[in-house]
């Protein structure tokens, strides 16, 4: 049957089982225009089947089935100019950020949230600069918007007309729209309320941006796209799609579909031990331990090659790589410092990310410093520098420094002069009386050390300025200690 037939067909069966809808005691169609008037006579009908079947859940703006696995929100769209940004593929009935979102929900996010959880997804974890975790985590839901100018579409959910949200947003970098890799359910957060000093608050109901679907790494959404894309770096780069484009004047169906089965999840936390093995032979002479993982189905790790061939065996599966890293405090500073730049590399092309540090261990991104900081003369501030080497005794001894920058009288000069502060750092726990002296310094922390330094005796000298001053960028050199050029 050649395609004009097929599509004959289905329009009859829809335009049929329309028919049945209106005529077995369903309600009759609502006013076109009033899209708050549609939204509450379906959650009236839908109501009323759920009280029968047990197995929907209902809130004001949205339903959804546990056995079906899926949520739809109903919501109204926003009529933003072709090519205007877009930051929200959808927001809260009550944010100001119109001006920025394709849709409004009339359900309320802390409602989305519990919706989805309902039919078996759990929540994950959006950004959090402040605790590290730079990626969002969370199980993935495909997100799909459908819309219909027969009222009675909604009722009997037969929409013809509709769309991954992703290709509702074009990339002006790439000249496309957004990848189809759905969307992360991270979940929000629960926030100390600022009207009741015991309750709690849903932070995307709560605080702005009111967030329920986000294009970039929102720290207070319900869902996120399931790669970096940190605000800064995207704002602006992400339109509305002028080849889809939604209806100005129809109720939004939103459909939430979870994409993985119910028996697993897609996410796989992994801590990985690195300990001492042979270091003549780098990275590939060094002993890998990885927990988290049931090993049936997977390789056992010890060496090198046979992390890669895990990453792999994960990946290949389908699941988003979460990696904990525990570096032995015995190990080489300049080995630590190589592994954390190979795992960076790995996570431009593995599903892998990497999360924040445990406790006592230094944030991954320490031993990746910014190249601006390796000359006093390109920097914006100047940091304190540490410079770390050994005695006589062969114990661990340093030198603190601070940079300190004269613009000249009237601080009009157009070159600063630069002149040093040196302090001899005599013993661990010194460093950071010196620092107490001085509170208007940056709290930015450079540390030179040897990379044959173990990664345990660095610690114990900066770790007690890490509460004070967590930015700390560590720089191993071969041989003694030596100083950054003019």
């Known amino acids: 049957m050649n395609n004009t037939g097929t599509a004959a067909i289905l329009c009859l069966a829809v335009a049929a089982q329309l028919e049945g809808t209106v005529c077995g005691n369903q309600p009759p169609p609502v006013e076109k225009t009033s899209l708050t008037a549609l939204v509450e006579r379906l959650g009236e009908h839908f109501g009323k089947e759920g009280r029968e079947k047990?197995?929907?859940?209902?809130?004001y703006g949205l339903m959804a089935s546990r056995s079906g696995r899926w949520v739809r929100i109903w919501a109204a769209p926003i009529d933003l100019a072709p090519d205007a940004p877009v930051e929200f593929l959808l927001i809260g009935p009550e944010s100001g950020h119109d001006y920025e979102a394709l849709a409004r929900s009339f359900a309320r996010a802390e409602d989305v949230h519990a919706a989805l959880e309902f039919i078996g997804v759990p929540a994950g974890r959006p950004v959090d600069y402040r605790s590290l975790c730079l990626w969002p985590k969370g199980e993935r839901v495909r997100v799909t918007y459908r819309w219909s100018d027969d009222n009675r579409v909604y009722f009997a959910d037969l929409f013809t007309n509709q769309v991954r949200a992703e290709t509702l947003l074009r990339d002006t970098g790439t000249g496309r729209h957004l990848p189809l890799q759905d969307f992360a359910f991270v979940g929000s957060r629960w926030l100390p309320d600022p009207a009741e000093a015991t309750g709690r608050v849903y932070a995307a109901d709560a605080f702005d941006p009111q967030a329920i679907i986000s294009d970039y790494n929102e720290p207070l959404t319900v869902l996120d796209v399931p790669y970096r894309a940190v605000d800064s770096e995207v704002y602006g780069t992400?339109?509305?799609?002028?080849?889809?484009?939604?209806?100005?004047?129809?109720?939004?169906?939103?459909?939430?579909?979870p994409t993985w089965e119910m028996e697993g999840r897609r996410v796989v936390d992994l801590t990985l031990q690195v300990v001492p093995g042979d270091q003549d032979l780098g990275l590939a002479g060094l002993s890998y331990r990885v927990t988290g993982v049931t090993f049936g189905r997977f390789p056992e790790v010890s060496t090198l090659t046979d992390l890669l061939a895990l990453f792999d065996k994960l990946e290949s599966a389908g699941h988003d790589l979460y990696l904990t890293v525990q570096p032995s405090h015995s190990l080489p500073i300049g080995l630590v410092s190589r592994f954390y730049v190979f795992l960076w590399g790995l996570t431009g092309s593995h599903r892998l990310r990497l999360e924040a540090p445990l406790p006592g261990d230094l944030f991954w991104k320490a031993?990746?410093?910014?190249?601006?900081?390796?000359?006093?003369?390109?920097?914006?501030?100047?940091?304190?520098?540490l410079y770390l080497g050994y005695g006589r005794d062969g114990g661990v001894t340093g030198s603190l420094q601070?940079?300190?920058?004269?613009?000249?009288?009237?601080?009009?000069?157009?070159e600063p002069r630069l002149s040093t502060n040196r302090f001899p750092v005599t013993a661990e726990g010194h460093i950071a009386e010196i620092m107490k002296s001085d509170p208007s310094a940056c709290a930015l922390v450079l540390v030179y050390c040897p990379e044959e330094m173990e990664y345990g005796e660095i610690l114990g000298f900066i770790s007690p300025i890490l509460a004070d001053r967590p930015t700390v960028y560590l720089v191993p050199h071969p041989g003694e200690r030596r100083e950054p050029s003019e």
């Open 54 to 59: 047990g197995d929907l859940f209902l809130r």
């Open 238 to 257: 992400r339109v509305v799609n002028p080849d889809a484009r939604l209806p100005a004047d129809r109720l939004l169906d939103i459909l939430l579909e």
């Open 367 to 385: 031993f990746m410093p910014p190249r601006r900081l390796m000359e006093h003369s390109s920097r914006i501030v100047q940091p304190w520098e």
């Open 402 to 414: 601070r940079i300190v920058e004269d613009w000249g009288e009237a601080g009009m000069d157009a």
